[in-house]
């Protein structure tokens, strides 16, 4: 079954510098999503990676893909207060019984606080 | 254009009853997902359904079930009700079943008592 590792969990960082979170998987897949959760609501769509190498930027935020290692990057750049979220990787795979069957698996979130 | 709408906002059952959420997509997708998200997790996938068939379902027992109808919007129906149930339960569209790109709903509060 796919497991889907972030880390870090939790990042407290202050504004203006820059981290890294990190989205392992453990099994082949060529397609990967981050999203956004603010508290209380509900999952904003950040990027669409779908082939190996896949680099893409908005803003502060930065997401690639590796998909040889299994591993995505979500970088943050020059962070400000309001990049303070929950930011999800998400990876697809087949569901239950295989075939044409599709799922979507979830990290469990890196929550991120920036701090003045 | 309205983006992906899901009702009732919040809702509160006690055990053993039933519930049904209800999600209708952004014009002109023809998949919807639904997802559990327990506080303080990632959401966990149920069902994806595309042109009213089932195309995918997640590890959950059989007390869940969903449909979708043929204006492509979708019911989840949770039977038994157990205080586990007691949630955020996310709907996502997109344009079919494989697309790379999933639009989440408010989501509807389920809690259980």
């Known amino acids: 079954e796919l497991k889907v590792e972030q880390n870090p969990l939790f990042l407290s960082m202050q504004e203006g510098k820059n981290y890294t979170i990190y989205c392992n998987y453990s099994?082949?897949?060529?397609?990967l999503y981050w999203y956004r959760q603010d508290p209380g609501k509900s999952l904003e769509s950040l990027f669409v990676?779908?082939?190996?190498?896949a680099v893409k930027q908005e803003g502060r935020l930065m997401a690639s893909l590796d998909t040889k290692a299994r591993l995505s990057t979500l970088h943050i750049t020059a962070a400000v207060h309001d990049l303070s979220a929950t930011y999800f990787c998400?990876?697809?795979?087949?569901?239950?019984?295989?075939?044409?069957?599709?799922?979507?698996?979830f990290g469990k979130g890196t929550l991120l606080t920036v701090n003045p | 254009d309205a983006g992906v709408t899901q009702s009732p906002t919040h809702l509160i059952k006690t055990r053993g009853q039933h519930v049904t959420l209800r999600c209708s997509p952004i014009?002109?997708?023809?998949?919807v997902s639904w997802y559990q998200q327990v506080l303080g997790q990632g959401p966990q996938f149920i069902f994806q359904?595309?042109?009213?068939?089932?195309?995918g379902r997640g590890n959950f027992p059989d007390r869940f079930s969903a449909r979708q109808f043929p204006n492509y919007s979708s019911e989840l129906n949770v039977n038994a009700l157990l205080l586990g149930d007691s949630a955020l339960y996310l709907c996502?569209?997109?344009?079919?079943?494989?697309?790379?790109?999933?639009?989440f709903g408010p989501g509807t509060r389920l809690t259980v008592l």
């Open positions: 099994t082949t897949s060529d397609r």
């Open positions: 996502a569209s997109s344009l079919w079943w494989r697309d790379g790109e999933q639009f």
């Open positions: 998400a990876v697809d795979s087949l569901a239950v019984g295989g075939g044409s069957n599709y799922k979507l698996t």
């Open positions: 014009s002109g997708h023809k998949s």
């Open positions: 990676l779908l082939s190996n190498g």
């Open positions: 359904y595309y042109e009213k068939e089932e195309r």
